[in-house]
């Protein structure tokens, strides 16, 4: 591999372009250009920079027979994987199975109270000779029904695993043209992905307000818990238009490495993803654990709304501290 090759290998490694290369070699974008597509070499100071700025040895850079990626301890880096069009392709189409199958199981959960709110609300207008007790129980039946078939869905994403495992766990590279057509592929998107998810924050915003007019203006029981029924059919339509256009969006950005998938994001989004692996788990069981102790389902839902506001301030105050470590 000559040492073109090698100054391409490593920037993109480090997910660099021409422009943020030469800011840190102190010299053009065409100089940086012009070492790539071989019309140029760089002088001996400028090899040793670019040594120090890969943490590569000289060695590695100027012998053509050293292939694998020397570091300067002296430790041999492991080979890239170089993801070809097809294996980008599959690996879109994997996360899109993925998002449909996950999507099902978001709103089985979402919409698991919606029975219990209903009988409890047919109960309060003597419906069907209900009483709010066999209303609760029938209503909490079918919730764990529900969130058991959801859980079967979340269960199910894990046999894709092994086929994303090389792009979402593992370093990689994409093969020559790849880039490019997944780069537009994502700028074709891009509008339209805005537009589902504005739709969909809409549709959240708008959810409470049939529940508040209801509260405000008529204040029976029976007609709120109906609107409350309302609010999660929002909520859960919201989310179907939301995670397979946000799915497939990551996806592209994950392949060209943009946006949030930037290498230096990827600490941040580390972190997020380990407070959400412990966070969300622990709001579950704080709903579950108040509702079933008060028997009060129709009050313990706000869990929910101030749990995902706390949510998006800790991870705004991540990102505060992130950037002021940087």
């Given at each position: ?14 997910g660099?372009?021409?422009e ?5 070699m102190g ?9 790539e ?33 020397e ?8 080979e ?10 599959r ?14 199981g ?19 207008t ?12 029938s209503g ?14 979340f ?16 370093e ?12 537009e ?14 739709i ?7 959810s ?18 109906k ?35 930037h ?23 704080i ?11 129709d ?7 101030v749990?995902a ?18």
């Amino acid at each position: 591999m000559i040492l073109a090759d090698k100054i391409i290998k490593l920037r993109k490694q480090f997910g660099w372009s021409q422009e943020e290369l030469a800011e840190k070699m102190g010299v053009s974008r065409q100089s940086v250009s012009k070492w790539e597509s071989t019309n140029s070499i760089p002088d001996l100071n400028k090899i040793i920079k670019l040594a120090e700025i890969f943490g590569v040895t000289t060695d590695y850079l100027l012998k053509d027979d050293k292939e694998s990626i020397e570091s300067i301890n002296g430790e041999v880096e492991s080979e890239i994987n170089s993801v070809s069009l097809d294996q980008a392709n599959r690996y879109v189409e994997c996360k899109d199975i993925i998002s449909r199958i996950t999507v099902k199981g978001v709103l089985l959960c979402v919409c698991s109270v919606v029975p219990l709110f209903l009988l409890l609300s047919m109960a309060q207008t003597g419906q069907m000779n209900l009483t709010s007790s066999n209303a609760t129980v029938s209503g909490i039946i079918t919730m764990l029904v529900m969130v058991a078939l959801a859980v079967s869905f979340f269960v199910r994403t894990n046999q894709f695993s092994n086929e994303i495992a090389m792009i979402e766990k593992d370093e990689f590279e994409l093969e020559y043209g790849v880039r490019s057509i997944f780069k537009e592929k994502l700028e074709l998107m891009t509008p339209n992905y805005h537009q589902k998810l504005s739709i969909g924050v809409g549709l959240f915003i708008l959810s409470v307000v049939p529940f508040l007019f209801v509260a405000i203006t008529n204040g029976e029981t029976g007609l709120i818990l109906k609107m409350l029924c309302v609010l999660f059919f929002m909520i859960a339509t919201g989310l179907y238009i939301i995670i397979p256009a946000s799915a497939q969006y990551n996806a592209y950005s994950l392949l060209i490495k943009e946006g949030d998938y930037h290498p230096r994001e990827k600490e941040k989004m580390k972190n997020i993803e380990a407070l959400a692996a412990f966070y969300w788990p622990l709001l579950v069981a704080i709903y579950l654990g108040w509702s079933f102790w008060t028997m009060r389902w129709d009050v313990t839902w706000i869990i929910w709304p101030v749990g995902a506001v706390l949510f998006a301030a800790l991870v705004g105050l991540m990102g505060m501290i992130t950037k002021d470590k940087n």
